[in-house]
């Protein structure tokens, strides 16, 4: 890019996309710039999806003056971008007078974090709030703020609300250097290298979530080590009514093995918490049964046969803190830090990209609202969800929307054109699972893989063997696919 942007943000995790929509409403050049080729494909992806309430943070920390904060917005921001949201409440389960005491520490968290409602609970309102909780459990912490959403949902519909208010998108674009040089009003202005094009700024804003420390780094900010704290989760195939969300005493270091339902149904069990090294997503025996135990001791009659999916992933933990690093560089003006947002950061996103706002506001950058902003995302049909009427109105308009690719969860050939239509629209296969749910199922993509690489294909105007599974590399044949022509 030869302009020089206003801003630039490192990073399309939940975290860059929801400050992007967050300042997309002022008169600013913007551009997200992301290493991979898609939107939320770090910790974003990886992740339970839970709107923790904020009861859990040490009070003081910037994660507790964002939690509850950002739980709190998720009901506007679900309504304005059209995202999915359950604001189901949670409780946290005590089986001992020694639980019950950590329940009154949390209730007293929260208190101070600004949770409303919270209330220490027994046995007979633990059975009525959720029937399949454990019978064991004596008391219980109530939180009826607590939600879930699918966080990669949340980053697309974000990113996809910013791009249609005039933030571009540049993809495929790992930021190799940083060059910092004076500009000649005396402020900084950096030069992003990166194989895509350099970009050049007045600010830069790093949500490079585990790539954050060496975004400092280049940039001459503070020095900090990312540590790679991995989490195996599991999904459960759909249940006929979804869980709520149920926890136990959490731990200094992780809210333990979590049970919850999603806002499609399935039940998912999340996570382990376990040092490794930096990159590793594989899914390890040990980790899964340890899910599957903690599970079974919050709702017995879970049936864990019904496993469809497992993964990992890693949250981006600052070495030496438990917290969160929001705020301008004391080293370098002009950059800003939404580094180490690791759990609560789904819950916290909407509330970060407000803080970052105001961080900026006192920073002395011009925010000057934009008369034709557009808080508004519409979000695109959902045949599965569809009334029949609209159904049928869809079919009448194209017939695409009547040709059934993935049979698990109901999604139609228009969807997927559309999810790969759309901007910044799907390049690969689980590019298309994200956007529409192809391939979510219980089969995993087993029937529908095919077909959605063979539209790919057509839309992307390429060979099926250049379709890519999800990053750079990842290609899923080598030559022409059987009856697809």
Not at 195 to 218: K, Q, T
């Amino acid at each position: 890019m030869a302009e020089t942007l206003d801003i630039a943000i490192v990073g399309a995790g939940i975290t860059g996309c929801a400050i992007a929509r967050q300042l997309a409403r002022f008169d600013l050049s913007i551009c997200v710039v992301e290493a991979a080729n898609d939107i939320a494909l770090g910790a974003s992806k990886a992740n339970g999806g839970l709107v923790h309430a904020g009861y859990d943070p040490t009070p003081g920390t910037v994660k507790a003056q964002v939690n509850a904060r950002g739980c709190e917005l998720y009901g506007t921001w679900a309504q304005e971008l059209g995202f999915l949201f359950r604001r189901t409440g949670s409780m946290v389960l005590g089986f001992n007078d020694e639980d019950r005491a950590h329940l009154e520490q949390l209730r007293q968290n929260g208190l101070a974090n600004g949770v409303p409602e919270l209330a220490i609970i027994g046995p007979e309102r633990i059975h009525e709030l959720e029937p399949r909780a454990s019978a064991k459990a004596t008391c219980a912490l109530w939180c009826p703020s607590t939600g879930y959403v699918d966080p990669f949902e949340v980053a697309i519909a974000a990113l996809e609300n910013a791009v249609a208010n005039g933030v571009t998108f540049m993809r495929s674009a790992p930021v190799e250097a940083i060059e910092v040089a004076g500009s000649d009003d005396g402020a900084a202005c950096f030069t992003l290298v990166t194989p895509a094009g350099d970009v050049r700024c007045r600010y830069l804003i790093n949500a490079a979530g585990n790539g954050a420390a060496d975004i400092s780094h280049m940039a001459g900010a503070e020095e900090f080590q990312m540590v790679w704290r991995q989490g195996n989760i599991v999904v459960l195939d759909k249940e006929p009514r979804a869980l709520m969300p149920l926890y136990p005493v959490p731990t200094p270091v992780s809210k333990g093995v979590i049970v919850t339902g999603t806002v499609h149904g399935n039940t998912v069990i999340t996570a382990t918490a376990a040092v490794r090294e930096p990159g590793d997503t594989q899914t390890y025996a040990t980790d899964v049964d340890a899910l599957l135990t903690g599970a079974r001791k919050l709702v017995p009659d879970l049936d864990t046969r019904r496993v469809v999916r497992a993964f990992a992933g890693g949250r981006p933990v600052i070495k030496g803190t438990n917290d969160f690093f929001i705020g301008q560089s004391a080293v370098v003006p002009g950059l800003f830090q939404a580094a180490g947002i690791q759990s609560p950061g789904v819950a916290s996103a909407p509330a970060i990209a407000e803080r970052m706002e105001h961080v900026m506001r006192e920073a002395g950058v011009a925010l000057h609202e934009r008369n034709d902003w557009d808080p508004i995302r519409r979000a695109p049909d959902d045949f599965d969800r569809a009334p029949l009427a609209r159904k049928k109105e869809l079919i009448e308009f194209d017939p695409a929307w009547g040709q059934i690719v993935c049979r698990c969860e109901t999604v139609s050939e228009a969807e997927i054109v559309a999810a790969i239509r759309s901007r910044p629209g799907a390049v690969s296969v689980e590019g298309v699972k994200r956007r529409c749910r192809a391939g979510m199922g219980r089969c995993q993509s087993g029937f529908c893989q095919s077909r959605v690489m063979a539209i790919l294909a057509r839309e992307l105007g390429c060979e099926p063997s250049e379709v890519l599974l999800e990053d750079a590399g990842s290609w899923l044949v080598e030559g022409p696919l059987k009856g697809v022509h």
